[in-house]
């Protein structure tokens, strides 16, 4: 796990970093919302993040498939050769063989499985691989489909100093999820959720969305992965025009009336009024569509963005931030760690709807609604710690043991031999 003072040793070692970047670090990380039990690969505590190989992104891969995917066939009892449909989402590491082809071949699959290995997709990827099993489910009846959605950190470590750079060094950690999926309408009593809609948005033909989350070299030849100044408002503009879309397949017809009829007499308002805008902007009430909202960890910001947005309580938040403070930002296999936060503190119930919101660069924002088929409260990756949270305080101990960093000159600073 990383805690405070791991990180600490992590960036120390760093070499080109100074100490404007050391305070511009130590800010971002303070005011994350991340905790001190995140996970990262092996090669971070082995110190040769700055020299990876191809072989320690696929090793890092390999591992979690092979847990994660045994024990989700054992515990769900279906065989390798029953999976109809395979799809892997890692947007950061591509080899070849691919990574869905290395599943096939551990697992003996069939030789006529429909096998999808996405790459660059992002954080939004999860949603894209199942609208994939969404189409093809379509076409054919009584299909299992294997989901795989996680992210390789070990070959994209930055180690340059541009600021919009290393954020994402301190942002993502590791994680991972792996799904099953039918259409047997005979098993739908084993099933936990249902699908109800999915509405994907892409505003990549937007120059500023488009490159404001990019994989890219700095001016030294270092790989990273840029985030821009852009971002906030991109995001912003992608959920908007996301919510647009989804929002009348969810919510009451008497809800959308109630929103049309409050923006007409505000908009009319505007038109005499010589003041500009009266009174504050109508919101459409989410929860009168949906009972829970699982929100992608991008970080605090974006949490605290989608909350105010949607007029949600810290209630409706609470799975988002737990899971942000326990896990970090985990990439596109996020929203099943907020997912299962909400299961395991029985949350949800029959006929509950939950609404899942996530996105990615490009720039995406996918969006869906699951319904809860059963009362769910099975054990699952929160169970060590479920009991712990929420905690009495989110904030984390860095700036208590490196916030003397902000106090140093840097004319005169020098690394420390020891971290105090």
């Known amino acids: 796990m990383l805690d405070t003072r791991f990180c600490g040793e992590v960036i120390k070692r760093t070499e080109n970093l100074g100490l404007l970047e050391y305070k511009f670090l130590l800010k971002a990380i303070v005011s994350s919302g991340i905790g001190e039990q995140t996970y990262a690969p092996r090669i971070m505590f082995e110190g040769r993040e700055n020299t990876p190989t191809l072989d320690d992104g696929i090793l890092e891969m390999e591992e979690f498939f092979y847990d994660s995917i045994t024990k989700l066939l054992d515990r769900s009892g279906v065989s390798p050769s029953q999976i109809d449909v395979l799809v892997v989402n890692v947007s950061m590491l591509a080899c070849v063989p691919s990574l869905s082809s290395r599943i096939v071949n551990r697992y003996k699959m069939r030789p006529d499985i429909k096998s999808f290995n996405l790459t660059g997709m992002g954080c939004s990827a999860s949603l894209i691989s199942v609208d994939i099993v969404k189409n093809v489910f379509k076409w054919y009846k009584n299909m299992y489909a294997l989901v795989i959605t996680s992210e390789s950190l070990s070959p994209n470590w930055y180690s340059g100093n541009d600021r919009s750079m290393i954020l994402a060094n301190c942002l993502f950690r590791s994680g991972g999820c792996a799904m099953l999926l039918t259409n047997n309408q005979a098993l739908r009593n084993r099933a936990m959720f249902r699908l109800k809609c999915l509405v994907r948005t892409h505003h990549g033909a937007r120059n500023e969305s488009y490159g404001c989350c990019i994989q890219r070299e700095d ?160 054990p699952n990756v929160w169970k060590d710690c479920i009991d712990r949270y929420p905690p009495n305080s989110l904030t984390n101990p860095f700036m208590e043991k490196y916030g003397w960093i902000n106090d140093e000159d840097p004319e005169t600073f020098v690394v420390p031999d020891e971290i105090p």
């Open 219 to 378: 001016n030294l030849g270092n790989p990273g992965f840029h985030l821009g100044k852009d971002l906030p408002k991109a995001a912003t503009r992608a959920f908007v025009d996301n919510l647009k879309e989804i929002a009348p397949k969810i919510i009451p017809v008497r809800e959308l009336l109630r929103f049309a009829l409050v923006f007409l007499i505000r908009k009319m308002r505007q038109r005499y009024s010589k003041g500009g805008a009266t009174g504050p902007r109508p919101v459409v009430n989410f929860k009168t569509g949906v009972e829970h909202f699982c929100i992608h960890t991008g970080g605090k910001a974006v949490i605290d963005g989608i909350g105010h947005n949607l007029e949600l309580s810290e209630y409706d938040l609470e799975p988002a931030r737990m899971t942000l403070h326990r896990f970090g930002n985990t990439s596109a296999s996020s929203l099943w760690y907020v997912l299962a936060y909400m299961e395991a503190k029985k949350r949800l119930k029959k006929g509950d709807r939950v609404l899942m919101i996530s996105f990615g660069a490009g720039f995406k924002c996918n969006s869906c609604v699951w319904e809860v088929v059963r009362d769910l409260e099975n």
